[in-house]
């Protein structure tokens, strides 16, 4: 009789136990579910999804890249290639002359202690030309020597085996950022300086091919401008081009009430020679956005680096020539306008993204590769799309490391901060359990109420 009495006990508090935890998880589940976040999408494809798979050249472009290639016969195009390459991703910044000037005047001062700790006899004018001498000599050895890339036809052809579809890659999924998060976007005119070989109008052309009316490509190299106007006419001189209006500059359009709805510059900020030239030109490129403004670099140190000072231009700088009134907005990949919580850490990361693509069949390079860029996009203040309301997003900065039960995701918090965030659907519901699993790095995810009380610093197991 007491072992009966006993089980019924047991049996009891099991129940009562379950219906607590279905309350705790229908209560979490009624939460979630009046934000209605998924606007009617599945889960894998998401508002927040932006990655895109493995990208290909659009088959006009790799059918005259291929033809202008073969036609060059450049020595060694493989290689070279290759060289270039490596040279363009381990390129730093140039040093800024005030900078060098203060190394100057430090080692200097070191010497001459040195030299009156000696206490020895010796013509000061003679020191100080030897002192002066040791000092050029050393600045050279420990300075990085900066210099300007020209590029005439034989380069640009190598140009084109290295990076056409890797740059093709970068471009079209930092665009892509805005085809998805504003879908009522119809840009008419475009802007690209430093076009380079023309990969912004074929990406963009595949995304608002229906609405653009006029494209100016601006480069300060002929022999690209060239080559970028054959890759439009598939290498046919007397063909009509693949994508009509595109127009060919070596120079910004001179009035500054010109105005285009979407301006990109990729790849381009790192080839100027200082921070004030980079502040001039971002600043020049914003008068001429009426909508968006895309700016595309390296995934390296440098490249964020280069960004985040654009940025902070953008958005702290007054500038002194204003014909649109609407200030700058970050619309992407950062989800707040603080400063970057990497570059605020004792060590410093770039906050950078990863596109698969495949490369232009060449010998040695027929497996699909990996471009890895970092990206900043601002907007005019009234335009960013549409997001559900209650709902703040995050951005995921590296890989997700997806586990039973519950999904691992480092992520840049609206707050400004860096956060690890466990993802289970008893914590933050099924929807955004099953949302984290289908994201990957740079995708964003949905961070409703809850959330902050449910980021762990434990071990990913």
């Known amino acids: 009789m007491a072992s009966r009495r006993y089980g019924a006990c047991v049996l009891y508090q099991r129940a009562a136990v379950l219906r607590m935890m279905c309350r705790g998880m229908s209560a979490a589940a009624d939460l979630h579910s009046q934000v209605d976040f998924l606007k009617g999408e599945p889960h894998r494809n998401h508002p927040g999804v932006t990655n895109l798979k493995t990208l290909r050249l659009p088959e006009e472009l790799q059918m005259a890249a291929r033809c202008i290639i073969q036609r060059a016969e450049v020595p060694r195009l493989a290689d070279r290639a290759h060289s270039l390459t490596n040279f363009l991703w381990s390129r730093k910044s140039p040093v800024e002359e005030s900078s060098l000037r203060k190394r100057a005047v430090k080692l200097e001062k070191e010497l001459w202690e040195k030299e009156m700790d000696k206490k020895a006899d010796i013509d000061e004018q003679l020191l100080e030309d030897r002192i002066r001498r040791k000092v050029l000599s050393e600045l050279k050895k ?36 805005i085809k998805k998060k504003d879908s009522s976007f119809a840009p008419q005119s475009l802007l690209d300086f430093g076009s380079g070989l023309g990969t912004v109008v074929w990406a963009s052309h595949s995304y608002w091919g229906d609405s653009l009316k006029e494209m100016v490509c601006v480069d300060s190299s002929g022999p690209m401008n060239v080559l970028a106007e054959r890759l439009l006419k598939g290498d046919e001189e007397r063909v009509e081009p693949h994508i009509k209006q595109v127009y060919f500059r070596q120079f910004l359009p001179v009035s500054p009430k010109v105005q285009f709805d979407l301006v990109v510059a990729a790849f381009t900020l790192s080839e100027l020679q200082n921070v004030k030239e980079r502040e001039d030109t971002v600043l020049t490129l914003w008068r001429k956005t009426s909508s968006y403004l895309v700016l595309v670099e390296n995934g390296t140190k440098e490249g964020h680096q280069i960004l985040m000072e654009a940025r902070d231009t953008l958005l702290k700088k007054q500038d002194k020539i204003v014909h649109d009134i609407r200030p700058a907005a970050v619309f992407a990949p950062c989800p707040h306008e603080r400063i970057c919580p990497k570059l605020a850490s004792a060590i410093t990361t770039p906050c950078n993204f990863n596109q698969m693509y495949q490369p232009l069949p060449l010998p040695g390079r027929n497996e699909r590769q990996t471009e890895k860029f970092s990206y900043l996009i601002l907007a005019r203040t009234e335009l960013g799309g549409t997001e559900s309301e209650g709902v703040d997003w995050g951005r995921l900065i590296s890989p ?62």
């Open 400 to 461: 997700v490391k997806r586990r039973t039960r519950h999904v691992h995701c480092r992520m840049c918090c609206p707050d400004g901060k860096l956060q690890h965030l466990v993802v289970t659907a008893r914590k933050q519901s099924r929807d955004v359990y099953r949302c984290a699993r289908s994201s990957d790095w740079g995708d964003r995810l949905p961070m409703l109420q809850g959330d902050d009380e449910d980021a762990e610093s434990g071990s990913e197991r």
């Open 142 to 177: 420990t300075t990085y020597h900066w210099k300007t890339t020209r590029y005439d036809e034989e380069l640009g052809v190598v140009y084109m085996a290295s990076r056409l579809a890797g740059g093709y890659a970068a471009v079209k999924r930092a665009l892509n950022e």
